[in-house]
């Protein structure tokens, strides 16, 4: 019985060592620096955090069914790019369409949403019709978003917006910035999908055994598509979200983000092998990414050197995942 004890005791500080070496970070930066734990502070991360985690709750679908999605980076510098062309002054020098008016901040969240579920929704179908793995399918759509960006804005940087699409950022509900409710509602209702639909149901026996899904009459050539098309809706929402915080956008815009996602989902228990993973996972695991970051811009470390420090925490994070993977079976 005590030998039990201990091994759940060991196996749990094992697989949860990278977010208890995290927390002790954070506490040892917040009393070793000035100004840390601070409600400013507290408030500037959680705006930081808001549009990674649009991204990791898109990405953590797609991980959930044993795949991944490459293309969302790209897809967020290209969500970024729509909204800023269709957002900017009519007295801008700079101004993409001359002549046109700058549309309803709201109407172009939708729009730029549903131009990204669209190529996600092709990524999707490649996948489940064609069989095309998902780590080539998206690599192949993450080079022919960026193509088509290229082409589009002429990789000419964008900005001049109007004020409503950079109050986004700025501008605050019950003293918490926009972007933060923003990602609070999108969270909630990748909650609601997860745990309360047939579709969440369905991601989950896919992830665990696609074959015996098929089998059980799960429809998973459309659960995976779907699974796409709502990751990449969500990668377009995180551009939008980037654009106006920043006041302005290029082709660049999110490249790497979907690294980072991934190894935050991983990080919070959505498992790279498939069939596990919640929306506390991704909350859990972006949280501790940005707070590992910015404890070390604390604590004077290079910013170079940080993503030594960040790749480190990605390759320990995939290898307890795959640990915990082996010991299951």
Known sequence: MEKTKKKQITDFLINNGVIIVMFILVIYTGFTTDNFFTSNNILNLLVNMSSRLVIALGIAGCVITAGCDLSAGRMIGFGA????????????????????????????????????????????FFIAYLSVPPFIATLAMMEIVYGINMIFTNATPLGGYVSDYTNVASGRFLGISYLIWIAIIVAAITWFIFNMTRHGKYM????????????????????????YMKAAAMYGLAGFMLGAKAGGASVN????????????????G????????????????????????????YLGMDANAQWI??????????????RKYIAKK
């Open 204 to 227: 989950y026996a896919v992830g665990g055994n696609p074959q015996a899904a098929e089998v059980a009459g799960v429809p998973v050539k459309t659960t995976l598509i779907l699974i």
């Open 309 to 322: 420090a960040i790749g480190i925490v990605i390759f320990i994070a995939i290898s307890l995942d795959i």
């Open 253 to 268: 815009l999110g490249l790497g983000y979907e690294m980072e996602a991934i190894a935050a989902c991983t990080i919070g």
């Open 81 to 124: 790019c729509i909204s800023g062309v269709l957002l900017q002054r009519m007295d801008y020098s700079q101004k993409f369409f001359p002549d046109m008016e700058p549309m309803n901040v709201f109407l172009v969240a939708v729009i730029v949403m549903l131009i990204c579920a669209a190529f996600g929704s092709i990524t999707g």
């Open 270 to 297: 959505v498992s790279v092998t498939g069939g596990r993973g919640r929306v506390t996972s991704a909350i859990v695991g972006v949280t501790v990414f940005e707070l590992l970051k910015l404890a070390l811009q």
